[in-house]
């Protein structure tokens, strides 16, 4: 009997053998193309059993400000040409040879939106736009002016004197700087460092003051005994002295051939040098010492300043103020006149009060006052720009360039280790020159030329070394 089982059975010769799939591979096979279909309807028919994320976010066309920068919305979009039109608009406006009309639709929409919008200008987006958001700037933004944090001369100056109430320091128009050491006068000629003695006024006298007339030629002394000498500075030889004051000069101006002299006796008197008589008129009002003296530019206004902390405006003919201002709670010496704008005065107050104030004249209003943190010792107006110096005392002893009228600091210039006293403005309006107790004469290039009231480069950066002035 046969065992149909054995595994030596032979097979009928018509049959061919069959293969059954091991339990692992009965899942039923589905094609490439299957797949892919039913990835395609899957958002047609989603299972309510499962949820599909996407892990990007594809913005909505249908929302999108394409007009805005021409761009076409169907069809192929010529990008090379659409950032040219672009780059044009944003360097030249709309205005081109090859006009866009891009001003007519809203700009307050991005070119694709998500979830917020935004109210940027879209030229505030272009790298030449201005700073005020007017639009596209027609010609290149000008770098700010730098002013040079060190003087480029220094002059030693023995025995210039520590007293804020005089005025020890001038510069002529031709380019000559009168300055008092003790008893004498000297002049430096600014072009080719030349000194000269202009005068000694020996032990019993002191210089108090120096002024020099308009044109430069004849320089004013006053003394500590109340007189008046009036210098040919060429040729190095007195030709007046004046008497009126009983005690120190300690402040001058000149108007044309009027010059005005204050004293320690609180008055001010007028003086014509072509008249044989020592004053024409005195004007009195001060309760104290006065020590600063300023004629305006079209020389109509005196103003005058006192240890009274009173400033004071008077006219050609006056012999009492016409304008007064008792703001200031220390004493004004410190004046200066706009030479931009009529009637706009400036004026600084001492130790108590460290303001600089703003006046005009013409309308008798208080404009506007700044307290500066110190004494303010000296204030001088740029001829060339609407821009302003003033020279400190206790405690910083610094030198500020301001700009007028916000009052913006240009600069802060220190140096001097005494309260900077002294100040004056080279002829060319581009230089001052400041002095202190600590000797010295520091020459800062702090105002721009008036041909070029912008530069790029740093002004006065040169250092010439430490001379003498005798």
Same mark, same amino acid.
């Given at each position: 009997m046969e065992d149909p089982t054995a595994s030596n059975a032979t097979p009928p010769a018509n049959s061919s053998p069959q293969l059954s799939p091991p339990p692992s591979m009965n899942t039923p096979i589905i094609s490439l193309e299957s797949r892919i279909n039913r990835l395609i309807n899957a958002n047609q028919s989603p299972s309510p059993s499962r949820s599909i994320y996407s892990d990007r976010f594809i913005p909505s066309r249908s929302g999108s400000n394409y007009a805005l920068f021409d761009l076409a919305k169907d069809g192929k979009e010529d990008g090379a040409g659409s950032y040219a039109t672009l780059l044009r608009a944003a360097m030249f406006g709309p205005e081109t040879p090859e006009k866009r009309d891009i001003t007519g639709f809203s700009t307050s929409r991005n070119i694709f939106r998500f979830k917020t919008e935004t109210n940027r200008r879209l030229d505030s987006f272009s790298p030449f736009v201005s700073d005020d958001g007017s639009g596209v700037s027609q010609s290149p933004i000008k770098a700010l002016r730098k002013v040079s944090r060190s003087p480029y001369k220094v002059l030693d100056a023995p025995a210039l004197q520590d007293d804020f109430?005089?005025?020890?320091?001038?510069?002529?128009?031709?380019?000559?700087?009168?300055?008092?050491?003790?008893?004498?006068?000297?002049?430096?000629?600014?072009?080719?460092?030349?000194?000269?003695?202009?005068?000694?006024?020996?032990?019993?006298?002191?210089?108090?003051?120096?002024g020099w007339n308009f044109r430069g030629t004849h320089l004013a002394v006053g003394t500590s005994t109340g007189k008046i000498?009036?210098?040919?500075?060429?040729?190095?030889?007195?030709?007046?002295?004046?008497?009126?004051h009983r005690l120190r000069v300690g402040a001058l101006a000149w108007s044309s051939s009027v010059l005005s002299s204050g004293s320690r006796d609180k008055s001010i008197l007028q003086r014509d040098i072509r008249c044989e008589e020592d004053h024409v008129s005195k004007l009195t009002g001060h309760k104290s010492?006065?020590?600063?003296?300023?004629?305006?530019?079209?020389?109509?206004?005196?103003?005058?300043?006192?240890?009274d902390n009173r400033l004071f405006v008077?006219? %050609?003919?006056?012999? %009492?103020?016409?304008?007064?201002?008792?703001?200031?709670?220390?004493?004004?010496?410190?004046?200066?006149?706009?030479?931009?704008?009529?009637g706009l005065l400036a004026s600084g107050g001492g130790t108590a009060d460290r303001c600089i104030r703003f006046w005009n004249t013409t309308t008798n209003t208080h404009l506007s006052s700044i307290d500066t943190g110190s004494q303010v010792c000296n204030l001088a107006w740029s001829k060339n720009v609407n821009e302003l110096v003033s020279t400190h005392g206790y405690s910083q002893n610094q030198i500020i360039v301001w700009k007028y009228p916000t009052m913006s600091k240009v600069a802060t210039l220190t140096g001097h280790t005494y309260r900077v006293l002294y100040l004056a403005v080279s002829p060319d309006g581009q230089t001052i020159v400041t002095g202190a107790g600590d000797e010295t004469l520091r020459f800062w290039n702090v105002f721009p030329s008036p041909k070029s009231q912008n530069t790029d480069s740093e002004i006065g950066s040169t250092f010439f070394g430490r001379t003498t002035i005798r």
């Open positions: 109430y005089l005025n020890l320091v001038d510069w002529s128009a031709q380019n000559v700087l009168a300055v008092s050491l003790g008893n004498c006068v000297y002049l430096w000629n600014a072009s080719s460092s030349k000194v000269t003695t202009l005068c000694d006024l020996g032990a019993d006298d002191s210089v108090c003051s120096v000498q009036i210098w040919d500075a060429s040729r190095c030889k007195r030709t007046r002295t004046m008497e009126g010492e006065v020590c600063g003296l300023k004629w305006s530019y079209d020389n109509r206004e005196l103003a005058s300043g006192g240890n008077w006219n %050609q003919h006056s012999t %009492q103020p016409v304008l007064k201002y008792s703001e200031h709670t220390a004493a004004v010496k410190a004046i200066a006149w706009s030479p931009h704008v009529h």
